[in-house]
């Protein structure tokens, strides 16, 4: 058998799933999944100062799980790797030293949760992000003009305040997938640092047009305590199809695999699962999971108002790509199935989130639609977009005292979708609406009525592809762009890209319906 097979890594909010793929056609031979240790306990989180933290230990040893996991699985197969991706949730950034080593690796350190990586959804640093906001002068125009706490610059700055005794050994501040990649291939230079363009161009506000970050001077206006290590990060990004390096001598052992496997420049896991989906100009991407993003990607460069990101190469090499999505999409589901197990929980029984989901799901779809429903906003987590307002707060209106949780359930799905079509209607002023979307993510393919309302409410065709592991799969095809077996991420798509399982095509019927309830969640 010819070696032609590769490994996609995706790190996720709770766990890292690993792919083994052939290259060739795109078939999933093995894959594997294992969430993190330490954050299943809730580890180094505080859920009341809005803080989520991930110690390096467990993506370490998940990564070391998963991929023995897809090897031993299959005879032969570790003479088979050629290359290896990795995809992650971000902006999930963490301090690391002139070695380039997490400082919650060292000792003096390890129990320090400002020295551990900092979660996407992480908003400790929002009284920084309202400060930047208010320094903006133009810089955070490719972000709505808003800087949020899941960026990258305030979590910078809210860890050097916070625990100022870091400062001794931090060097520089590198994002999950950069720091992943770097460690597979044992790099401890940080001048051969090669920073994700995911990153770059969607969380170090990097002007899209432009194509340079603020000033210098810009930053020492807001407080010079960041200085050293802003200076010490390098703003040029590269593609994910690009390689990094090759896999270290240790790794390489580890893994009983060739020392010449090569390791692809790290990315954000939504822009991996809009390559793995086959984006293109004429078909978008949405993934619907505890967030949602959408992504499009376009051959002009445009100022999107009220994008979340903007940016070229972001997701495609040269092509300008816009990222748009909710802070909270299944977390406002789960928020709601967790609140009706209070009286499982003070009697100690176990239960499902996801069964509650189902059971509201099938009774909220035998509900009419209805100008009397209750109505609501999914700002759970503030308003990622359009125009990013991390402030807003969610609201359940029009309750009576018949309303039933199905209902209540059938009223957060149509925010979700609601707060969707506000976003596919900022990007027409800019772009010709699309017919068609591809879905994928968890939601897609669990949810049949979570997709038909969307179609519904957006007036567009929903599409779930058929892979469950998007994803990965994407960070899959940057591997074998990377390693050579395709000559470009586009040969790579076509090649290893995945069928349409399902279709949703909207219903029109309740439009003058849908569209009057529309206008009550703008006014919420």
């Known amino acids: 058998m010819k070696r032609e097979f590769v490994i996609g890594l995706d790190f996720g909010t709770d766990s890292v799933r690993a792919v083994f793929v052939n290259a060739q056609n795109g078939e999933i031979t093995a894959e594997s999944v294992c969430e993190y240790p330490r954050w299943a306990e809730r580890k180094y989180c505080n859920e009341a100062k809005d803080e989520f933290r991930h110690h390096p230990l467990d993506y370490i040893e998940s990564l070391k799980r998963v991929i023995h996991e897809v090897l031993d699985s299959n005879p032969g197969s570790k003479e088979l790797v050629r290359g290896i991706a990795v995809d992650a949730t971000g902006s999930t950034p963490c301090l690391v030293n002139s070695e380039l080593t997490p400082l919650s690796l060292l000792s003096k350190y390890e129990n320090n949760p400002d020295a551990m990586f900092i979660l996407w959804k992480d908003h400790s640093a929002a009284r920084e992000a309202e400060e930047i906001t208010a320094h903006a002068e133009g810089c955070l125009d490719c972000v709505s003009g808003c800087c949020g706490p899941e960026f990258y610059w305030p979590k910078l700055l809210h860890v050097l305040r916070h625990s100022p005794q870091l400062k001794d050994d931090a060097y520089s501040f590198l994002d999950l997938c950069t ?34 970050l603020p000033s210098k001077e810009w930053f020492a206006a807001i407080d010079r305590c960041w200085l050293d290590v802003v200076s010490n990060i390098n703003p040029k990004g590269d593609n994910g199809d690009e390689p990094y390096g090759t896999i270290s001598k240790e790794f390489a052992k580890e893994f009983n695999i060739a020392e010449d496997v090569v390791i692809a420049v790290g990315m954000l896991d939504g822009f991996a699962g809009a390559v793995g989906a086959g984006i293109s100009e004429n078909m978008p991407v949405m993934t619907l999971g505890t967030s949602s993003g959408y992504f499009t990607v376009s051959k002009h460069a445009v100022r999107v108002k009220g994008a979340f990101s903007q940016g070229v190469g972001q997701i495609l090499p040269g092509m300008f790509s816009v990222e748009m999505g909710l802070s909270a999409f299944g977390d406002a589901y789960a928020w709601l199935a967790q609140l009706l197990a209070y009286p499982l929980k003070l009697k100690g029984i176990s239960y499902s989130k996801g069964e509650i989901l189902s059971a509201l799901g099938r009774d909220a779809e035998n509900i009419e639609w209805s100008l009397n429903l209750p109505y609501a906003t999914d700002y759970f987590n503030g308003r990622r977009s359009p125009d990013q307002n991390p402030a807003l707060r969610a609201s359940i209106m029009g309750l009576r005292l018949s309303s039933s949780a199905p209902e ?73 762009t990377a390693c050579g077996i395709h000559p470009d991420i586009y040969a790579a798509q076509k090649a290893m890209g995945a069928a349409i399982s399902a279709t949703y095509e909207p219903d029109a019927s309740h439009k003058e319906i849908i569209d009057a309830r529309y206008q009550k969640y703008l006014a919420g």
């Open 179 to 212: 720091w992943l990649s770097n460690m597979l291939t044992g790099n401890h230079d940080p001048n051969k640092v090669k920073h994700a363009q995911s990153v770059v161009a969607s969380k170090f506000f990097e002007d899209p047009i432009l194509r340079k």
């Open 408 to 480: 209540i359930y059938r009223a957060l799905v149509e925010a979700t979708c609601f707060a969707t079509r506000a976003i596919i209607e900022r990007m027409n002023e800019y772009m010709e609406k699309p017919k068609e979307v591809m879905c994928i993510g968890g939601i897609s393919h669990k949810s049949p009525f979570v997709m038909q309302m969307m179609a519904d409410v957006t007036g567009v065709r929903m599409n779930v592809l058929q892979s469950t592991q998007s994803t990965a799969l994407g960070a899959a095809m940057c591997a074998a």
